[in-house]
C-alpha cells in the first residue's frame, strides 16, 4: 500500500523560505515520478512542480525561479524548496504519486 507523508509546512513572512518534505513507501519509489501539488482557500487543487525518475524537473510558472524540487532516492522522499514565499503561495500543499496523495502541510505567509 502507498503512502505519503508531508512536512515542513508552516507560518512564514513574505520573503521567508520553507522546504516541505514528501516520504513515500510502499513502491520503488526510485522508478516513479513524484509531483507536488497545492490548494488554495477557495480554489481547485493545481499542480505545482514534478520531478521524474531521472531527476528532471518542472514547474508551473508562478513559481519558477523560487521553488526547487529534488529528490533522495536512498531516503524515498522528495522535497519542495520554497523561497521568496508571497502571500500567494499560502495553500494546503499534496505530494502525488500514481493518483496517491499524501495528507497535505499547510503552508501559511502572512505579514
Known amino acids: 500500500q502507498v503512502q505519503l507523508v508531508e512536512s ?13 518534505s514528501c516520504a513515500a513507501s510502499g513502491l ?11 490548494q488554495a482557500p477557495g480554489k481547485q ?5 514534478r520531478i521524474t525518475s531521472l531527476g528532471n524537473t518542472y514547474y508551473v510558472d508562478s513559481v519558477t525561479g523560487r521553488f526547487t524540487v529534488s529528490r ?9 524548496q520554497m523561497n ?13 504519486v500514481d493518483n496517491y496523495w499524501g495528507q497535505g ?6 505579514s
Open 8 to 20: 515542513g509546512g508552516g507560518s512564514v513572512q513574505p520573503g521567508g523560505s520553507l522546504r516541505l
Open 72 to 80: 533522495e532516492d536512498a531516503k524515498n522522499t522528495v522535497y519542495l
Open 45 to 49: 487543487r493545481a499542480w505545482v512542480s
Open 84 to 96: 521568496s514565499l508571497k502571500p500567494e503561495d499560502t495553500a494546503v500543499y499534496y505530494c502525488e
Open 105 to 110: 502541510t499547510q503552508v501559511t505567509v502572512s
Open 28 to 38: 520503488t519509489f526510485s522508478r516513479h515520478d513524484m509531483r507536488w501539488y497545492r
